[in-house]
C-alpha cells in the first residue's frame, strides 16, 4: 500500500489516474445500491472538469496556455454532460444500462471503462498542465483551438437538432435526416472527435519525446466511438427500430456514418 501512495505522489499521471478512476469507484456504489444510471454521464463530464481544473492547480504556473486549454476542457464536459443529464432525466432511463445495472460486476465495469475515458482523454491536457516550458502561442495553438471550436460548435447543433426533433410529437417513432444529420448519421460524434483533436493539437505544441504519445487521446475517442460504444450500438438500435422502413434504409445507404461524403 505505501508503494502505491508513494507512486501517486511522485507522479503527476498516477496521481490524475488515482483521481480519474477514484471518483468513479466512490460513486458506483451509490449508483449500484439504488440501481441506476442517472448520474453516470453527469458523472464523467464532472471528473473532466475536476480533474483538469486540479492538474493546472498542481502545476502551478497558469500560463495562457494552459487556462486557455483548460477553459475549453470544462466548457465541453460540463456542457455535455448537463445535456446528457437532462435528456436521461427526461427519458427515465438510458438503454445502455438496461440490463447492466442490475448486475454489479458488469456495472462496475462501466464505472471504471469511464474512469479510463476520462483519463486517456485527457492526457494532452494533463501534460500540458504538468509541463514548466511556455513558449509563445503559434500556429499550432490557434490551429488546435480553432479545431476545437468547429467540434463544439457541430457536437451543439447537432445535439440543438436531434432534441428539437424527438420533442416535435409530429415525429414520434420517426428518425431524424436534417440539418447536419442530412450529411451524417452520427454528426454529435464527429464533432467530438473533432474537437478531442483540436486539443491534442492545441497542446502538442510543447510537447517533447514520449508526451506526443497522448495522439492516443484522439485515437481512442475515434475507436470508443465507432468501434465501441457509440456508433455500434446506434446502427443496431436503428435497424432493429426501422429496418423494415424503406426510407431508413435508403437513408443508410445515401448518407456517411460520421464524415460527410467520405465515411
Known amino acids: ?62 500560463y495562457q496556455r494552459q487556462k486557455i486549454q483548460t477553459g475549453m476542457v470544462c466548457t465541453w464536459a460540463l456542457r455535455l454532460s448537463l ?67 468547429l467540434g463544439m460548435l457541430v457536437e451543439i447543433i447537432a445535439d440543438y437538432q436531434k432534441s428539437a426533433f424527438k420533442n416535435n410529437p409530429a415525429n414520434k417513432d420517426k428518425f431524424i435526416q436534417s440539418g447536419l444529420w442530412s450529411l451524417s448519421r452520427h ?26 504519445l497522448s495522439a492516443v487521446s484522439p485515437v481512442f475517442v475515434f475507436l470508443l466511438l465507432t468501434r465501441l460504444s457509440g456508433i455500434p450500438i446506434l446502427e443496431r438500435q436503428g435497424m432493429k427500430r426501422w429496418g423494415q422502413n424503406p426510407a431508413y434504409l435508403a437513408y443508410r445507404r445515401n448518407t456517411a456514418v460520421l464524415i460527410p461524403y467520405i465515411w
Open 187 to 212: 454528426p454529435n460524434y464527429l464533432g467530438e472527435i473533432l474537437l478531442q483533436t483540436g486539443l491534442y493539437i492545441s497542446a502538442s505544441s510543447v510537447f517533447r519525446g514520449y508526451q506526443h
Open 1 to 62: 500500500m505505501g508503494n502505491v501512495v508513494s507512486l501517486v505522489e511522485s507522479s503527476p499521471l498516477a496521481r490524475d489516474a488515482a483521481v480519474a478512476f477514484g471518483v468513479q469507484w466512490a460513486l458506483f456504489p451509490i449508483a449500484a445500491y439504488f440501481q441506476t444510471e442517472k448520474f453516470f454521464d453527469l458523472a464523467g463530464g464532472g471528473t473532466f472538469a475536476l480533474l483538469s481544473l486540479l492538474s493546472l492547480r498542481w502545476g502551478g504556473r497558469y
Open 83 to 149: 445535456f446528457l443529464f437532462h435528456r436521461v432525466l427526461k427519458a427515465g432511463s438510458d438503454s445502455r444500462f438496461k440490463h447492466v445495472k442490475k448486475n454489479p460486476k458488469m456495472f462496475l465495469l462501466y464505472w471504471t471503462i469511464q474512469g479510463l475515458w476520462v483519463f486517456v482523454t485527457l492526457l494532452p491536457t494533463l501534460l500540458l498542465n504538468d509541463e514548466k516550458s511556455n513558449p509563445a502561442l503559434g500556429e499550432r495553438d490557434y490551429a488546435g483551438w480553432g479545431l476545437w471550436a
